[in-house]
């Protein structure tokens, strides 16, 4: 059995909303009389839930609360959650950037962290200077630096650069390299947050490649927290899912990745389109709702394998202005939230345009459904100009059941792939 490397027992941490600080002197005094008494902060009893949609009544938040979990060395431990949920939180407390209010931490080894884009870089040392630097601050000596020197600067991709101040970096850059000091300074623990989304595709799975390297070949273990299911998927052995500060489940990749979709991505789309707040955008365009029709456009709710259907949007022109050249994008994801394809108008070369303040439908015709049975969601993209005017993640979702694809006859049988292609044989 191996080894337990790190173990958080009852970890919570509570912030005060509105304040910088930990409050007033009133408060102070309050918690040092408990103190000099033996009895507990009093503050800790109080405190709302960590729910960020919802407004604050209380004067105290958990950001965490009772959070217990055990890794095993070697083990790459994936920490997902929506928005809010706590993982950055709980990153910064095993990283003894903060410490918890309650509970308490046991580690053995170095812990490297890489939890925000440049975190530990002076922007006016340079790439080769901030490498010494960021090694010292990981326990590192100038001598164990030198030697991986020349493999840091390689693995970033930064070796034109390196002996330029990093102020003059990009997001991208600055996180190559300060993932490639972290990586290559063979901590125990490495620690890493959402951080790897600003990079390219290459480097990501170049990081990818070099975090299952460190756990698998030396036996070091990662902390991965991401929104990339498909990251999570390939790298963890076990995930564990944070809502509202506090553990929702800790278990197998597979099941808890499945668990945390349809549990959150249900929610998401039960809201009524037109009402979301979790978009983003200038605003000039709102989608405002969707169905599904049939060729003899009646709405549907299941679309079977094959068929003919469309796809309305209802969309608004909030701004008084007429606007054209708009591009509007639907990208449809499986359960596992997968990109399965894409529709618009942009590949078909087909402009649309808006009156002022005009709401129209927006009709997309495909001529023959290519899902095999299954649940899909989708999510829902306007531009202008290269300017996003408004872009909702899990806009909404459709239902697909198996259908004559081929016109033979039967049924296409389950378990055929994601998507269905016309062929022949001769």
């Not at 604050?56 to 890794?71: M, P, S, T």
């Not at 790459?76 to 003894?96: D, E, Q, Y």
């Not at 402009?351 to 002022?356: E, P, Q, Y």
Request: proline share 2%; hydrophobic share 40%; charged share 25%.
């Amino acid at each position: 059995m191996k080894n337990i490397i790190l173990k958080a027992e009852n970890i919570s941490k509570q912030y005060r909303l509105g304040q910088v600080g930990t409050g007033t002197i009133k408060h102070d005094f309050n918690r040092f009389w408990h103190k000099i008494r033996g009895k507990e902060d009093p503050y800790l009893k109080v405190g709302a839930v960590n729910d960020r949609s919802s407004k604050g009544k209380e004067e105290y938040v958990w950001a965490l609360r009772d959070i217990n979990f055990e890794v095993q060395e070697g083990e790459v431990l994936g920490i997902i959650g929506k928005n809010g949920a706590g993982k950055s939180t709980l990153l910064k407390i095993l990283s003894r950037v903060t410490s918890p209010t309650t509970g308490v931490i046991k580690t053995k080894g170095r812990i490297a962290s890489l939890l925000e884009v440049g975190t530990g870089f002076h922007p006016e040392l340079t790439g080769r200077e901030n490498i010494y630097l960021n090694g010292a601050i990981l326990g590192m000596t100038r001598a164990e630096i030198t030697a991986k020197l020349d493999e840091i600067v390689e693995f970033s991709g930064c070796e034109m650069y390196i002996d330029t101040p990093t102020k003059r970096y990009s997001s991208g850059m600055t996180v190559r390299l300060a993932f490639a000091v972290a990586a290559h300074l063979e901590p125990d623990i490495l620690v890493v947050d959402e951080v790897l989304a600003v990079g390219d595709a290459e480097f990501q799975k170049k990081a990818i490649d070099k975090m299952k390297d460190i756990s698998t070949g030396n036996g070091r273990t990662v902390l991965f927290v991401s929104h990339n299911m498909a990251s999570i998927q390939n790298l963890c052995t076990r995930v564990m899912l944070l809502n509202n500060g506090v553990v929702d489940v800790i278990g197998d990749t597979e099941n808890v990745i499945s668990y945390y979709l349809k549990k959150f991505r249900n929610e998401e789309v039960a809201q009524e389109l037109s009402l979301r707040t979790d978009r983003k955008g200038d605003g000039s365009l709102k989608f405002l709702d969707y169905w599904f029709e049939n060729f003899d456009c009646e709405r549907i709710h299941i679309i079977p394998s094959g068929i003919a259907y469309i796809m309305v949007l209802k969309i608004e022109n909030t701004s008084k202005s007429h606007v054209h050249n708009i591009r509007i994008s639907v990208g449809i994801d499986d359960d596992q939230a997968r990109r399965i394809t894409i529709y618009s108008n942009d590949l078909t070369n087909q402009l649309i345009s808006f009156d002022s303040h005009e709401t129209k439908l927006i009709k997309i015709f495909v001529p023959t459904n290519p899902f095999q049975s299954g649940h899909y969601y989708f999510t829902l993209f306007a531009s202008q100009d290269g300017s996003v005017s408004d872009w909702v993640m899990n806009a909404g979702s459709f239902e697909v059941e198996n259908g004559d694809f081929f016109n033979t006859g039967r049924v296409i049988p389950v378990n055929q792939g994601h998507i269905l292609v016309k062929h022949e044989f001769y």
